[in-house]
Nanobody, 120 residues
Framework: QVQLVESGGGLVQAGGSLRLSCVASGSFFSINFVNWYRQAPGKQREWVATITSGGSTNYGDSVKGRFTVSRDNTKNTVYLQMNSLKPEDTAVYYC??????????????WGQGTQVTVSS
């Protein structure tokens, strides 16, 4: 069984910064990739960023240049550093990971989400 737990959300003024964490725990061999998504009230879930097992990263256009995703494999943790936050970044942020549980099987797991609120 695998569990993802996000943390680090909160209330911040526009222009401020937050760092979200996504910690994976349970029985798995490796984390293949981690995606960050967000969902604002009344809107569809939006992909924010991805980091692969090799450290390659990709970002959505709306966050490119402001957000940075990184990982600490020793801690099974992925971070989302969010700078120059805007009110439109307000959303619940979720991490989603693809994890290898044995030689032949992988699973996709979601965290419970963490609220980020940016005030103007």
């Amino acid at each position: 069984q695998v569990q993802l737990v996000e943390s680090g959300g909160g209330l911040v003024q526009a222009g401020g910064s937050l760092r979200l964490s996504c910690v994976a725990s349970g029985s798995f061999f490796s984390i293949n990739f981690v995606n960050w998504y967000r969902q604002a009230p009344g809107k569809q879930r939006e992909w924010v960023a991805t980091i692969t097992s090799g450290g390659s990263t990709n970002y959505g256009d709306s966050v490119k240049g402001r957000f940075t995703v990184s990982r600490d494999n020793t801690k099974n943790t992925v971070y989302l550093q969010m700078n120059s936050l805007k009110p439109e970044d307000t959303a619940v942020y979720y991490c989603n990971a693809g994890l290898q549980v044995n030689n032949n099987n992988g699973v996709s797991s979601w965290g419970q989400g963490t609220q980020v609120t940016v005030s103007s």
